[in-house]
């Protein structure tokens, strides 16, 4: 049994925090990814470990993004630390799904500012939008709880329980997406975000 690249999955979650940072999904302070670790069998078969790579608690400084491995924090799935840093306050939405899909190899909790308006606002549209809009229509709004909080976590865990869902929207506070694969994930977390841009736009009273 092989284990995976972790320099090399270090990396990818950097940069992937960095676009994250830059495509205005999130605040350097806020929200985040992780990754599940994995490990190959010699056939090539890929199986989880129990370990995953997460966004650490990394300071603000100054106006930019500023990448660094001491900020990852590496954890059991029950949250145990693995090493000297503190993983994300939302940590436990992160664990809670890795627990229940073993479809998911990455999560990204995310402040996304079109996609947390158009949660707000899709209860009250008179007539739903055209099908190019159904991925943002049909994506479940978890009821408001205090950030970090675990009936927060248990709130968007239930959302991802049992079925093959990966965009949960949470009532005031932003969204979640998992996929196979961080790439996965971000591709479907920039679409959501993409579609309720347009929508807005599209929406707008021309005077």
């Known amino acids: 049994m092989m284990l995976y690249d972790v320099e090399k999955l270090k990396k990818e979650l950097l940069e992937m925090d960095k676009q994250l940072y830059y495509r205005d999904l999130t605040s350097s302070g806020g929200g985040g990814p992780s990754?599940?670790?994995p490990c190959y069998n010699y056939d090539?078969?890929?199986i989880w470990t129990d370990k995953v790579l997460m966004k650490g608690w990394a300071p603000r400084i100054g106006l930019e993004w500023i990448p660094s491995y001491a900020y990852l924090a590496t954890t059991d799935l029950n949250g145990n630390a693995i090493?000297?840093?503190?993983?994300?306050?939302?940590?436990n939405i992160h664990l809670g799904i890795y627990r229940e899909r073993d479809d998911v190899g990455a999560v990204i909790h995310a402040h996304a500012p079109f996609l947390t308006a158009f949660g707000m606002a899709r209860s009250r549209l008179k007539e739903p939008p055209g099908s190019f809009f159904s991925t943002i229509m049909e994506a479940p709004m978890t009821a408001e709880a205090p950030a970090g909080s675990i009936e927060l976590a248990n709130n968007?865990?239930?959302a991802f329980k049992g079925n093959k869902r990966k965009l949960v929207l949470m009532e005031n506070h932003g969204c979640t997406v998992v996929g196979g694969d961080l790439y996965d994930a971000y591709f479907t977390l920039d679409d959501a975000e993409d579609a309720a841009k347009i929508f807005f736009f599209s929406h707008m009273k021309l005077e």
């Open 35 to 37: 990754a599940r670790i």
């Open 44 to 46: 090539g078969t890929k």
């Open 83 to 91: 090493g000297p840093e503190k993983p994300l306050m939302e940590a």
């Open 156 to 158: 968007v865990v239930g």
